[in-house]
């Protein structure tokens, strides 16, 4: 069982920045690949940025190439989502998630087994 607790969400103006942080329990932190979502309200939950084990490998959504950065700090069990020049369009609840790395990509909702409660991040115009 692993348990995901997720901060460093709040209000931030557009061209800001914030860094998320995803804290895990458990001792085998390392063996999972950690991702982030986000959800708008109204809209389903939608893939942001990924890392591999390792963090050797990343992957991102389009819409945050460039803006949105990826770690992981296996001993301390956290992974964090850097996020810069920020828009409105970003408004929603991050949550980070954990998967067993079944080989079948990063992007897919269906293949993380552990979720965190989410952190809202809001941009103003």
């Known amino acids: 069982q692993v348990q995901l607790v997720e901060s460093g969400g709040g209000l931030v103006q557009a061209g800001g920045s914030l860094r998320l942080s995803c804290a895990a329990s458990?001792?085998?932190?390392?063996?999972?690949?950690m991702g982030w979502f986000r959800q708008a309200p109204g809209k389903e939950r939608e893939f942001v940025a990924a890392?591999?084990?390792?963090?050797?490998?990343?992957d991102y959504a389009d819409s945050v190439k460039g803006r949105f950065t990826i770690s992981r700090d296996n001993a301390k069990n956290t992974v964090y989502l850097q996020m810069n020049s920020l828009k409105p369009e970003d408004t929603a609840v991050y949550y980070c998630?954990?998967?067993?790395?079944?080989?079948?990509?990063?992007?897919?909702?269906?293949?993380?087994?552990?979720w965190g409660q989410g952190t809202q991040v809001t941009v103003s115009s």
């Open positions: 890392m591999s084990r390792s963090g050797s490998s990343t």
């Open positions: 458990g001792r085998t932190f390392s063996s999972y690949v």
């Open positions: 998630g954990a998967e067993r790395d079944y080989g079948l990509g990063y992007r897919r909702r269906d293949v993380y087994d552990y």
